[in-house]
């Protein structure tokens, strides 16, 4: 019996060798990558995280426990933040959505030089940098010189003060993602929206589905894991917004587009508050994990 | 197996490389390196020459382009004056001079002090010196100087640079700031002759507000403004109403924030009547604001800059096609019961900052440099900027001129904002934000203020 077990461990171990022997290429190919992770991904978070427990100085630092964390809840401004960025998420993941799906059912059915047309110019925003963008941006909203009010005074509206009044700013920005930053979405759907079986649609067609049905009960649906993913990289990647606030509102008007991200910016650099900007990151690090387990969450279901 | 060793000893290899790597760049990033404490702590003064002095050493300067050297360059200036100080230290082999853009180069230096590497020399707003001081990053000039040298500062200047009985940076210029008024426009408009363009130039809000509620006045289809009002970023122009209106952001000492007074209230509404209107412009939040030296604006606060630079400033900004216009220096409309207008004068100097592998020798002839740069003589080069020595042996650089006549007057009861530890948080953070809920008829200007001074006063606690 005991010589049974044991043989059994043995070969056990025989074949994890093996399995381990044959997939070690696999892990030397990977070291590069693990070694970038490690040393421009892990290393910080791990280095902020502590941070956040630091009262922080170039000529020392003091352990201060959870008081950075205490000072940032405590704080009318974090909440803010915490809520423009919630909303900002909210305008523009489903809305930049709704524009990529519709933009994208007008593409696909084009001819394949049209639809590459299309897909270079839709994605040629995404190529620049968001500061460029942004100061475009911030021209077309000029509430004197702006294209946007220019082109509403012909019909007799405006000028409206976009960037520049509490109530119109943080939608303004959100305006300006939903219409400009939906190229890489475009790109992803239309390559989905090309593996749909053609088959799915002649079926429909016979039954007498009119192009609304086709999109409503066909595409839709077998779109499905891919607006999934578009909707969780989306909510990431917007309580991660910056740069276009940076550039420009600052934060402005009364702290009507102070987002997580500035906050952190501004606690850090304006203020020189590292410990409590770091634990502000530690708070936006720990909401986009909750939102990444939940899009790992979906994606197993979605296995199933 | 001897192949399968191998791999592994590769493998193990590199992750360890990989980890003493991680580990290394934890211990150079550690704001507890001791070279600081060594810094700081044996910075005393004198104590470093003799032997020490003459160990050769290098040194980094950030300048900005303030004015040009007599290669008509911008980094000309600090050039010479490098070359001047080597020869006259020798044992300062090298100095490197990197030059700052004027808008980013303040963040730029932020940033350089956070990773632990700020230059040995620069320039900053002393309005921030509490900022790094708080980083303990700021070398006491006092250490290193007599106080034969420190008088020769003006005292109020010497007075603001100073914490805790030491002075922390070597003020370089003072910028008082006047009030412009482009005449052209105005006697376009018929409104010329009540500018107060006799004697002291001083006036009042009203005789201001007689001027200002004929605006806003279009032309050519464009509107023009009587003044703007700019709660963007660091802007702080429309604390001279308050000022003026006889409202102070603190109480003597700092100890209290106090613009929630009758008379900041009164300033704040006289801005909201006069945005209502249409006389002055808001800008806030991503607005560009408007060129007065472009002619956008009738009247703007600037620096006191003299005549000559007044002419020379407007035939560069304005527009090509447009005709140069006349602009005068005036004092700032005064509110009821105040006597003598009041002014804000940016004051600029010369910091030293710690670095972590630096001996007493560097951090010695650093000190140096900038009293150097400082030096009676060398101080009279601020006068290219328009703006005002520090130094009294500097003597009296610009004359008669009128402008400078102006400045003077306005000096003397200067406002800054604040010298807490904590006030230029507050300033950073809440005023102009705050500003901006009455601004934008979120709140009335009694529950701004209130609510401003709560915030501000529950931050200066902290």
Redesign the interface.
């Known amino acids: 019996m005991n010589h049974t077990s044991n043989l059994q461990t043995r070969i056990k171990r025989h074949y994890r060798n093996r399995k381990m022997q044959s997939h070690l290429w696999g892990y030397f190919f990977l070291l590069p990558q693990m070694i970038v992770i490690l040393l421009f991904a892990l290393y910080p978070i791990l280095q902020g995280l502590s941070l956040s427990f630091f009262e922080y100085s170039v000529a020392g630092s003091t352990w201060v426990g959870a008081q950075n964390f205490i000072a940032m809840l405590k704080d009318d401004v974090f909440w803010i933040a915490l809520r423009n960025t919630t909303i900002y998420t909210i305008l523009i993941v489903p809305g930049g959505l709704v524009v990529a799906l519709i933009l994208s059912w007008i593409i696909f059915p084009l001819s394949p030089k049209t639809q590459s047309f299309f897909k270079a110019a839709y994605y040629l925003p995404s190529v620049l940098a968001g500061v460029v963008l942004a100061l475009v941006w911030k021209w077309i909203l000029d509430p004197d010189i702006g294209l946007l009010n220019y082109l509403l005074s012909f019909i007799h509206l405006g000028p409206y003060p976009w960037l520049s009044h509490p109530d119109t700013a943080l939608v303004s920005l959100a305006m300006m993602s939903i219409l400009g930053g939906q190229g890489a979405s475009i790109i992803i759907i239309l390559a989905n929206m090309g593996a749909i079986p053609e088959s799915l649609y002649e079926s429909a067609r016979i039954d007498g589905g009119n192009p609304w049905h086709l999109f409503r009960f066909i595409t839709i649906p077998m779109l499905k894991p891919t607006i999934l993913y578009l909707l969780v990289i989306g909510v990431i990647s917007s309580y991660q917004v910056f740069d276009t606030i940076y550039i420009m509102t600052g934060g402005g008007p009364y702290y009507s587009t102070t987002t997580i991200a500035y906050l952190i910016y501004s606690s850090a650099f304006d203020e020189f508050e590292f410990g409590r900007a770091s634990a502000t990151a530690t708070v936006l690090f720990i909401i986009i994990f909750i939102l990444s387990m939940i899009q790992f969450y979906f994606f197993r279901e979605d296995k199933k | 197996m001897i192949k ?1 060793m191998n ?1 592994k000893t ?2 193990i290899s ?1 992750i360890m490389v ?1 980890l003493i ?2 580990t290394a ?2 211990k150079s ?1 550690s ?2 390196a001791s070279g ?2 060594e810094t ?1 702590n044996t910075a005393t003064g004198d104590t470093a020459t003799g032997e020490k002095a003459a160990e050769p050493t290098d040194l980094t300067v950030w300048w900005y382009a303030f004015w040009n050297g007599k290669d008509g360059t911008p980094e000309g200036w600090i050039r010479e004056k490098a070359d001047e100080f080597m020869a006259l230290h020798p044992n300062v082999k090298k100095i490197n001079i990197e030059m700052l853009p004027g808008d980013t180069g303040p ?1 730029k230096i ?2 350089s ?2 990773a ?1 590497s700020p230059p040995d020399v620069t320039y900053i707003d002393l309005a921030f010196l509490p ?1 790094y001081l ?4 700021v070398i006491p000039a006092s250490d290193y100087m007599t106080q034969e040298e420190i008088d020769d500062f003006f005292k109020s200047l010497s007075d603001y640079a100073t914490y805790d009985g030491k002075l922390y940076a070597l003020p370089i210029l003072i910028a008082p700031r006047v009030l412009y008024a482009n005449k052209t426009m105005l006697e376009e408009m018929g409104l010329a002759d009540k500018l107060p363009l006799e004697g002291d130039r001083s006036w009042t809000i009203e005789q201001f507000k007689e001027i200002a509620q004929k605006f806003p006045y279009k032309k050519g289809g464009k ?1 023009y403004y009587a003044e703007q009002i700019n ?3 660091l802007n702080w122009t429309h604390l001279f109403w308050f000022w003026n209106f006889g409202a102070d952001l603190y109480n003597k000492g700092d100890t209290q924030f106090i613009l929630n007074s009758p008379e900041g209230v009164k300033a704040l509404d006289f801005m909201l009547e006069m945005v209502d209107a249409g006389s002055f412009r ?7 604001p408007s060129d007065f030296w472009a002619g956008d604006l009738a009247f703007s606060l600037g620096l006191a800059l003299t005549e000559d630079k007044v002419k020379e400033t407007l035939k560069e900004k304005t527009p090509e096609g447009q005709p140069i216009p006349e602009v005068v220096a005036i004092q700032f409309p005064r509110g009821p019961g105040v006597d003598i207008a009041k002014s804000y004068s940016g004051i600029g100097g010369l910091t030293v900052f ?1 670095q972590k592998k630096a001996d007493e020798n560097h951090t010695k002839m650093a000190m140096e440099f900038a009293k150097f740069l400082t030096n009676g003589e060398n101080n009279k080069i601020v006068k290219e900027l328009g703006v005002f020595p520090t130094k009294k042996s500097s003597g009296d650089v610009f004359g008669g001129d009128v402008n400078a006549k102006i400045a003077r007057i306005m000096m003397e009861d200067g406002k800054d904002l604040g010298k807490g530890e904590q006030t230029y ?1 507050i300033f ?2 809440l005023i ?3 500003l ?2 009455a ?2 008829k ?1 709140k009335t200007s009694q529950q701004t203020l209130d609510d401003l001074a709560k ?1 501000a006063n529950d931050m200066l606690k902290q």
Do not use: H, W, Y
């Open positions: 399968r791999m590769i493998l590199i990989v790597s991680a760049c934890g990033a704001p507890t600081n404490k700081g963040q932020d940033t002090i956070a632990g900022k708080k980083q303990k990053v509107t709660t963007t970023a808001l800008v806030s939040g991503g607005a560009k710690k948080k950073e953070k102009n934000a705050e901006d809920s601004f934008s979120k915030k």
